[in-house]
């Protein structure tokens, strides 16, 4: 039997506003966080019938507790979801959620499925990173891995000796600017309207609401950047106010084959073009989004130039740096993170990489002279991973050859 490649379509994605770890969600389970999301997502598209969703798959990096137990089962039986949808786990640390995006929908494509359910989640606040991990101890005693290649924010002080014009006042322009991007997006409203707010509690505080990301800091001033501390390395560039931080959250995206989409009335908002996963040196991890970016338009046919719209997750300011530098994008390029991007808002790890499909469905409803946009992000152990979209909210001109490229 013959069969035809399905188109995959993006059709909607929410999230939890994301915690600080230690605070507002602190106390809130993690897979609570995803069924509010799932709720939200069934309660924002009506006429899908949930018994049709074919498969739920979710990602996280600590799968234990709360965070274990095959969260794409437990969520969706929890969320009420029909007994009959099955779902599973997934973990690629930070590009999990992304994974769970690529994975699903190589099932759309061969025809497996016709709607599926993506998430992320990561409580940090209940899962620290590295809790309970045991790496193989010939990792060290072989020199698989250099040391670093286990600590984040030295692989990011790793990207500054690599590239020495990547300095710290670099860095620290661009994460303040992802706050005062982040702060403008919230005051125009772009943001919130795939905010799913979340009732919290607290045996100190009581019960409350957080309707907003916690860690923002919007009066973020290159002052204030300057004088903080290198926790990583003694004097040296990567701090609290160039990295994304510790965060607790989930997102959550329902994707349809376009077929399916138009059967239920759903509004495909963008079509998956490709993805690519790469590796690198696990000590120079931030620089993945590079080779993975490479591949993905390689095998699509397109090249840099093609893209109109950029959300790089913002693990670190200098990571984020590395891929533009290659691509010869400078770094206040208003087609990157227009909304600004993890350095305001925060990381939960594994749920971040639906967070930027989501903000790049946005960005393409503001600009639909863009045809093409990336959602890329580097990985733990020295991984990158990049997938390409098509506008679908598209006008017909080429937002590209307006710029002479
Ligand atoms: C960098 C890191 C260690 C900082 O943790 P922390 O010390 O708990 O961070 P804090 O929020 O307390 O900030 C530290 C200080 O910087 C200050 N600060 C943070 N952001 C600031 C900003 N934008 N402007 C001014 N000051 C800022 C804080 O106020 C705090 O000051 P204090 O010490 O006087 O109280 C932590 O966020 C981290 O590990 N980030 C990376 C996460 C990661 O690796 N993710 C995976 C990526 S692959």
Redesign the pocket.
Known sequence: MSRALQDVVFVDGVRTPFGKAGGALAETRADDLVVAIFRELLRRNPTLPPERIDDVAVAATTQVGDQGMTLGRTASLLAGLPQSVPGYAIDRM?AGAMTAVTTLSSGIMAGAYDVVLAGGVESMSRHP?GDGMDPNPRFLSERLVDTDALV??ATAENLHDRYPTLTKDRADAF?AAS?SKTAHAYAEGWIQPDLVPIATRSAELGWGLLTADEAM?PE??LD??AG??T?FRPHGR????N????NDGATAALLASQTAADEFGLAARMRMVGFAFAGVEPEF?GVGPVPSTEKALARAGLSIEDIDLFEVNE??AVQVLAFLEHFGIPDDDPRVNPMGGAIAVG?P?ASSGIRLMTYLARDFARTPSARYGITTM?I?LGMGGTVIWENLQHDGSAAHDRRGA
């Open positions: 930070c990173m984040m924010g994460a706050q800091r973020t001033t204030g950047l903080l501390k926790p990567v701090t609290a106010g990295a994304s931080g510790l991890m693990a670190f990381h790890l580097c733990g």
